[in-house]
């Protein structure tokens, strides 16, 4: 029920002659180009009867054989992109790997020495959830604890452990050595190889494969699979026109968002925030790429987008008096509210509350009304926080980490972003999934520190020199006294933690269904890929807009066509 607004709402200030920050941000750099993609002819039936061949096909491939050569099919199939399409044979398959080759959580193989077997096996079972514990890399150990040397003459194997590593919980220091010993001689060992394998070994030491947006594994890895001459032409020749049946779904769904954003005119009336509307798209697209998961794009982005919005009025634009209006024309929650805002303000605030009133009126119909308001609150959470941060910054206040990391739970985002990502799961995302959201679940506290720490690590400089509240770093700096470097080991710290909080949360998790905890992941990565080295949002000019050309743009090369 909405609230009427009362006498306690003042009169908009006027904006005359105030004196803004502005954060000079890139304007778009795709403008209308998707527009084009909306009235696209989809595959032909020829192409699509082919699809479904080339599944059955796989399918009678995904029956129990040597645990190895299994093992190896599942994880090509995984890195292709096309694990949506098997998830019931490959979780038989794996629970064959599983009865077979596990005793007591420790993987017992024929090839007792051979570290490549142990490693995928490992990892792939520990993705699937089950605990198999590290136990099995001992072997691989010398008299004095230490990693056998010799390990470095297997680069196939000190791939596999390095990428096993990335599925390490706490208190698993066996792993964490592991990381130590393959993540530098693998580093050490590029000059020395040939340039595709050195490439290659480069590629996985940044993007390890747990921690990697799917879409881009899959892009990557048709590549380099192809390009083995053991490689199966018919995962290979499925992998590409799914990839490219996907793209051109992709690209309408995309074309239909741009054209609502320009539709809106948001770029003109609100000048000062950042047109990223491909940019959140390739956001959301991190989390579910999936056919049947079209609508829940669609209301994710748009939700992505306000949230954008409400960042950088609150960071860059908004004076305090005119957040202080804003903010609580959002917690009432009540269109008689824009009477008392300023006129940006007002635009704003329309169409959010329009767009959360016509997402109601659609869930409705499936008799899940209620998603959208754990949503809504979820925003005005977030909007709340933004404000907090606001005059923090405007009485130059610098909190503790503790209450900054506190905060940082809510204004990251994540929560918001998490609830959102529900809404268009449909029946399996029931109210208990929501309602077990708002208990402040480990795994969604984990992803929310790996995106707020991610962001500040990289994005501080930047920050700082246009005018903005302390981040976890200065918090850290100021509350210990210790160097910005010192600083960002500790943040880098917290979100190596972060992660093994996730794996442990994905460890047989019966709260809510796997692919509710999916999301959470997928969010996680995201954030990563967006953060690894530049605030890629803010500055999309550079890696970020090679990764949507290869995602969105460019369509795999199939031969004879």
Known sequence: MSVSATSSLVTPPTTNNISRRSANYHPDIWGDHFIQYIFQPMESDETMKQIIMLKEKVRQMLVPSDALRDANLIDSIQRLGLYHHFEHEIGELLQHIHNNNVQNGIITLNRNEDLHSNALIFRLLRQQGYHILPDVFQKFKNEQGNFNETLVDDVEGMLSLYEATHMRIHGEDILDEAFSFTSSHLEAMTTQLSPSLATKIK?????????????????????????????????????????????????????????????????????????????????????????????ARRIMTKVYCFTSLMDDIYDNYGTIEELQLFTDAIQRWDMSCMDFLPEYMKFCYKAILSFFEETEQEMAKEGRAFCVNYVKNEFKRAVQAYYTEAKWFNSNYIATMEEYMAHAIVNSGYYLMTSASFIGMGCIATEEVFQWLTNNPKIVNASTVIARLGNDIVSNEFEQERGHGASSIECYMNEHGVSREDAINELSRKITNAWKDINEELLDSTDVPKPILMRVLNLSRVADLFYKDEDCYTHSQGSLKNDIISILLNPCPISGK
Do not use: C, M
């Open 203 to 295: 590629h996985s030491l940044k993007w390890p494969v747990f921690k990697s947006v799917p879409r881009l594994v899959a892009r990557n890895y048709i590549a380099t699979y192809e390009e083995n001459p053991s490689h199966d032409a018919t995962l290979l020749l499925l992998a590409k026109l799914d990839f490219n049946l996907l793209q051109k779904q992709h690209q309408k769904e995309l074309g239909d968002i741009t054209k609502w954003w320009k539709d809106f005119d948001f770029e003109t009336k609100l000048p000062f925030a950042r047109s990223r509307i491909v940019e959140s798209y390739f956001w959301i697209l991190g989390v579910y790429f999936e056919s049947q998961y079209s609508n």
